[in-house]
C-alpha cells in the first residue's frame, strides 16, 4: 500500500499564490506517477497536473498551463503543486495521486489522499 498526505490549502485572494505538499509512504518502489488532480463543488474530479516519480515529464490540464508548476523531490517522497496567479474558479479540494501510467484519468490511478481544500476569493 501507498499512503499520501497532502498539505498546504488555504485562503487566497485571487492573483495570489499557494503551494501544495503531498508526502507519499509505504511501498513507494511501485509508483511510477504522480498526479494532482482537484474537485470543485457539483463538479467531477479533474486532473490538473502530473509527473513522474522520478521528477522528469510533466503534463499539465490547459486550464493550469502557465500558472502552476508541479515538481518532487526525490530525497523527502514529497510533490509540490505551486499554483500562482490564483483565480476563484480554482477553489477546489486538491487531491493527490500515485500510479504506474502517464495518464490524466483518474481511474487509472491507484492511490489517493484526502484532499486539501484551497480557497480562492475574488
Known amino acids: 500500500q501507498v499512503q499520501l498526505v497532502e498539505s498546504g490549502g488555504g485562503l487566497v485572494q485571487a492573483g495570489g499564490s499557494l503551494r501544495l505538499f503531498c508526502v507519499a509512504s509505504?511501498?513507494?518502489?511501485?509508483?511510477?506517477?504522480m498526479g494532482w488532480f482537484r474537485q470543485a463543488p457539483g463538479k467531477e474530479r479533474e486532473f490538473v497536473a502530473g509527473?513522474?516519480?522520478?521528477?522528469?515529464?510533466?503534463d499539465y490540464a490547459d486550464s493550469v498551463k502557465g500558472r502552476f508548476t508541479i515538481s518532487r523531490d526525490n530525497a523527502e517522497n514529497t510533490v509540490y503543486l505551486q499554483m500562482n496567479s490564483l483565480k476563484p474558479e480554482d477553489t477546489a479540494v486538491y487531491y493527490c495521486?500515485?500510479?504506474?501510467?502517464?495518464?490524466?484519468?483518474?481511474?487509472?490511478?491507484?492511490?489517493w489522499g484526502q484532499g486539501t481544500l484551497a480557497t480562492v476569493s475574488s
Open positions: 495521486a500515485a500510479g504506474r501510467f502517464r495518464t490524466t484519468s483518474r481511474d487509472m490511478y491507484d492511490y
Open positions: 509505504g511501498r513507494t518502489f511501485s509508483i511510477n506517477r
Open positions: 509527473i513522474s516519480w522520478r521528477g522528469g515529464s510533466p
